[in-house]
Antibody
Framework: EVQLVESEGDLVQPGGSLRLSCAASGFSVSTYWMSWVRQAPGKGLEWVANIKKDGSEKYYVDSVKGRFTISRDNAKNSLYLQMNSLRAEDTAMYYC???????????WGQGTLVTVSS | DIQMTQSPSSVSASVGDRVTISCRASQSIASWLAWYQQKPGKAPKLLIYAVSNLQSGVPSRFSGSGSGTDFTLTISSLQPEDFATYYCQQSKSFPLTFGAGTKVEIK
C-alpha cells in the first residue's frame, strides 16, 4: 500500500526555520517526481515545489524561491522541504505528493501544519 | 504564470443532480489538466488526470472534458459523498497552478 507520512509540523517564529520530512512506503521515490503542496487555513491549494526523480531538477513557486529547498534521499525513500526565513504567510498545511501521469498528484500525505507566529 | 479560473465558486445541488464545473486556463495547456476532490480536514484526492482519464477507483459518474484552455468536470448524478470542494490544476508549465476551487453544497 502506498503511503506518504509527513513529519510533525510546528509553531515557528517569523524568520525561523523548519525542515519537513516525508517518509514514503509501498513504492520507491526514486521512480517518481515528488512535490510539496500547501494550503493556508480556509484557503485553496498552492503548489510549492517539486523535484525530479534523480534530484537533478527542482522547481519552486516564486514566493518561496531563495527561502525553501526541496530535496530527496532515495536511499531513505524520503522527501524533504527545508524552510528558512519563514513568514506569517507561510502558515499552512503542507502536503507531500507523488506525481503521476501528466504531473498529477496521485498520492498525498495526510498533511502537516506549519504555523508561523510570534 | 498560467492562471486557472474556476466557475462557479460554489454550487448548491441535490442528490441526483447533474453538476458541471468549469475551469479556464489563461493560455493553452493541451492535456495537462487534473481534477481533485477535497473534503474538510482531508487531503485532496485525484479524480481525473490528463483532462479526461478517470483515476483508478473513482466512480464513473465523474467525467472530464475539454481542450486548450477550457475544461469541464461533470458529475452525472450527484451522490451524498460528492459534497466537497473541487480543484483543477494545470501542469503544463511551472509554477504548477490550481484553480480557486468550487464548493459543491447540499441544496
Amino acid at each position: 500500500e502506498v503511503q506518504l507520512v509527513e513529519s510533525e509540523g510546528d509553531l515557528v517564529q517569523p524568520g525561523g526555520s523548519l525542515r519537513l520530512s516525508c517518509a514514503a512506503s509501498g513504492f520507491s521515490v526514486s521512480t517518481y517526481w515528488m512535490s510539496w503542496v500547501r494550503q493556508a487555513p480556509g484557503k485553496g491549494l498552492e503548489w510549492v515545489a517539486n523535484i525530479k526523480k534523480d534530484g537533478s531538477e527542482k522547481y519552486y513557486v516564486d514566493s518561496v524561491k531563495g527561502r525553501f529547498t526541496i530535496s530527496r534521499d532515495n536511499a531513505k525513500n524520503s522527501l524533504y522541504l527545508q524552510m528558512n526565513s519563514l513568514r506569517a504567510e507561510d502558515t499552512a498545511m503542507y502536503y507531500c505528493v507523488r506525481e503521476w501521469w501528466y504531473s498529477s498528484g496521485d498520492y498525498w500525505g495526510q498533511g502537516t501544519l506549519v504555523t508561523v507566529s510570534s | 504564470d498560467i492562471q486557472m479560473t474556476q466557475s462557479p465558486s460554489s454550487v448548491s445541488a441535490s442528490v441526483g443532480d447533474r453538476v458541471t464545473i468549469s475551469c479556464r486556463a489563461s493560455q493553452s495547456i493541451a492535456s495537462w489538466l487534473a481534477w481533485y476532490q477535497q473534503k474538510p480536514g482531508k487531503a485532496p484526492k485525484l479524480l481525473i488526470y490528463a483532462v479526461s482519464n478517470l483515476q483508478s477507483g473513482v466512480p464513473s459518474r465523474f467525467s472530464g472534458s475539454g481542450s486548450g484552455t477550457d475544461f469541464t468536470l461533470t458529475i452525472s448524478s450527484l451522490q451524498p459523498e460528492d459534497f466537497a470542494t473541487y480543484y483543477c490544476q494545470q501542469s503544463k508549465s511551472f509554477p504548477l497552478t490550481f484553480g480557486a476551487g468550487t464548493k459543491v453544497e447540499i441544496k
